[in-house]
Structure formats: structure tokens, C-alpha cells
T-cell receptor, first 113, second 111 residues
């Protein structure tokens, strides 16, 4: 069974640009969550989608957005990139997003220069 | 709001010694607690969750609601246990897909 897959794995962007990251959840999983991981703040929850609807959102500015498609794939977008957005962005999936095991992808490393 | 605290950033033990990774949480409701592990160059993966009460790779963790703790223990550490360990909490209710993580503990098991 394939795990959570994220693309691209590494990318470098310039301040002010925007970026889109993709995630394919485990087959059958309908809940997809996104996390930001940095050395200073650790792992922080961005948002969660289920059946194309955002059900939960963390404390991030509106520059961070996401969406989910009918096949449960998800994308997250960061607009007007700032240096502080440099981080590992993790996608995670589960069947329901509530109480069941959450599986993580390997992440997308974003560097903003 | 919920909070997870892992007081030790680094923990070093020798092979065969017991190991305990501490985790304390603050949340007024009934949370679900998890331990995730990240081995070098691998993705974050679930080690165990309190609701299943399993022992995985010799690790156990007991939820102590009185002390709001969920410490991870192993009686005899192995070199392959060296990794980053994260304690995490899901608050239930409408906390869809949200895990609140501690800062993590790097465990090093020396030969």
C-alpha cells in the first residue's frame, strides 16, 4: 500500500513569489492535513480537508491556503512568500481525521531566498 | 487550548539501559495521546497510541490523567531506538486532523 506522497520534495523560491505543494493521500483516506515544521516552532498544524471541505484551520495568515479535490488529493498554496516561510511542509492523511491514525508524508522542503 | 510539553530535548542512554521519555499535556477534556517517531532520513511514523494500549518495539506508554502525563518507556534500549520522538495530542470534538505536538526528544542509544 503506497504511503502519503508529496511533490515536489525540494524547492527554492524567491521572496514575494508563490508556491503550490501537492499531496496524494493513502488510498481510501479522505482526511488530509498539512503541517509546517521548523527548528524554532516545531510541528504546527495548518489546516485539514475532508470531502473537499476545510474543516479545521490553524493559526496561520491568509497567505496559506489549501484545497482538496474529489479524489482526496490536496494542494496547499503559500502566496507572497517570506523568508520565514522556509520550512518542511508535511502532508498527512487518515480515514476520518478524528481519532484514527494519522500517516505522514516525507514532506516538501521549501527554501525562500 | 491544548499544549504538549517534552521537557528533555536530548536524552542519552547506553544499550541495555532503561529509557523513559517524558510527556506532559495540558487539556481540560479527554484527549487522545500518541507517540510518533522519526528515524534518520525517514518520515514521521506512529509508534503507539494510548487507546490501543499496545507495546510496539518494546515501548509502552501509560496515560496518567491525574498527572496529565503520557511517558514513553522501554526497559532495555537498543541502538536502533536512536531517533527523534514526538508526543502528540488530539483534542477530539472538532479537532479534525489536528495533532498538537511537543518539541520532540532526540534519543541516542550508545553501544
Amino acid at each position: 500500500k503506497a504511503g502519503v506522497t508529496q511533490t515536489p520534495r525540494y524547492l527554492i523560491k524567491t521572496r514575494g513569489q508563490q508556491v503550490t505543494l501537492s499531496c496524494s493521500p493513502i488510498s481510501g483516506h479522505r482526511s488530509v492535513s498539512w503541517y509546517q515544521q521548523t527548528p524554532g516552532q516545531g510541528l504546527q498544524f495548518l489546516f485539514e480537508y475532508f470531502s473537499e471541505t476545510q474543516r479545521n484551520k490553524g493559526n496561520f495568515p491568509g497567505r496559506f491556503s489549501g484545497r482538496q479535490f474529489s479524489n482526496s488529493r490536496s494542494e496547499m498554496n503559500v502566496s507572497t512568500l517570506e523568508l520565514g516561510d522556509s520550512a518542511l511542509y508535511l502532508c498527512a492523511s487518515s480515514f476520518t481525521g478524528l481519532g484514527d491514525t494519522i500517516y505522514f508524508g516525507e514532506g516538501s522542503w521549501l527554501t525562500v531566498v | 487550548a491544548q499544549r504538549v510539553t517534552q521537557p528533555e530535548k536530548l536524552l542519552s542512554v547506553f544499550k541495555g539501559a532503561p529509557v523513559e521519555l517524558k510527556c506532559n499535556y495540558s487539556y481540560s477534556g479527554s484527549p487522545e495521546l500518541f507517540w510518533y517517531v522519526q528515524y534518520s532520513r525517514q518520515r514521521l511514523q506512529l509508534l503507539l497510541r494510548h487507546i490501543s494500549r499496545e507495546s510496539i518495539k518494546g515501548f509502552t506508554a501509560d496515560l496518567n490523567k491525574g498527572e496529565t502525563s503520557f511517558h514513553l518507556k522501554k526497559p532495555f534500549a537498543q541502538e536502533e531506538d536512536s531517533a527523534m520522538y514526538y508526543c502528540a495530542l488530539n483534542a477530539g470534538g472538532t479537532s479534525y486532523g489536528k495533532l498538537t505536538f511537543g518539541q520532540g526528544t532526540i534519543l541516542t542509544v550508545h553501544p
